[in-house]
């Protein structure tokens, strides 16, 4: 079935180490995204790439890195400089030309900081 | 992007209709209204879009008032599965550019027996 998958599910670090986190889509999707959730609170952009070896700053990047050398897979790195990393984190693509703006998401990798 | 105002929660008897409302006074002739749903620890599932015509699809109804400055998202029959929190957005769609949509803290739907 076509969709994005993140992984792992469930992670745990601890303070100083880098980690990535996985997101794949095998939608032929041209946008790729990271956003950060916190507990009741509303999603915000991490990081974002329109094409293949581009991608842009979001609200929240410092602390937090991506690469985009496959069309489709979009890892993102946090950091030991991010100083509160502990969150949910969700992955979405969505279509380029004559898109109807539709994100897509996958199920999330929730990462805590011992 | 147009900021948008949600309540914060809503509750809805199973079986009845539940009608959540969005506050866009400022939006834009060219900003479209999206509506997508976060069941708890899963990502977001979209739901419908529109500009200024009513639209219906298999989930969901979206109702946009003539002055475009508020919409009313409807799910006919509400089940217990519709419990989700609700993201009311705005923005414009412009192809050929990511869809960076912004996510606020949306309205937490109860459906109950």
């Known amino acids: 079935d076509g969709g994005i998958t993140q992984s792992p599910k469930y992670l745990f670090r601890k303070e100083g180490q880098n980690v990535t986190l996985s997101c794949e889509q095998n939608?032929?999707?041209?946008?790729m995204y990271w956003y950060r959730q916190d507990p009741g609170q509303g999603l915000r952009l991490i990081y974002y790439?329109?094409?293949?070896?581009?991608?842009q700053k979001g609200d929240i990047a410092e602390g937090y890195s991506v690469s985009r050398e496959k069309k489709e897979s979009f890892p993102l790195t946090v950091t030991s400089a991010q100083k509160n990393p502990t969150a949910f984190y969700l992955c979405?693509?969505?279509?380029?030309?004559?898109?109807?703006?539709?994100?897509?998401f996958g199920e999330g990798s929730r990462l805590t900081v011992l | 992007d147009a900021k948008t105002t949600q309540p914060t929660s809503m509750d809805c008897a199973e079986g009845r209709a539940a009608n959540l409302p969005c506050n866009h006074s400022?939006?834009?002739?060219?900003?479209?209204v999206y509506w997508y749903r976060q069941i708890h620890s899963q990502g977001p599932q979209y739901i419908i879009h529109?500009?200024?015509n009513n639209e219906t699809n298999e989930m969901a109804s979206l109702i946009i008032t003539e002055d475009r400055k508020s919409s009313t998202l409807i799910l006919p029959h509400a089940t217990l599965r519709d419990t989700a929190v609700y993201y009311c957005?705005?923005?414009?769609?412009?192809?050929?550019?990511?869809?960076?949509?912004?996510f606020g803290t949306g309205t937490r739907l109860q459906v109950t027996l």
């Open positions: 400022t939006i834009s002739g060219n900003e479209y």
């Open positions: 957005i705005v923005r414009v769609l412009t192809t050929g550019t990511a869809s960076k949509l912004t």
């Open positions: 939608l032929n999707h041209d946008a």
């Open positions: 790439s329109q094409i293949v070896n581009d991608f």
């Open positions: 529109g500009l200024k």
């Open positions: 979405a693509s969505s279509a380029g030309q004559a898109s109807t703006g539709e994100l897509f």
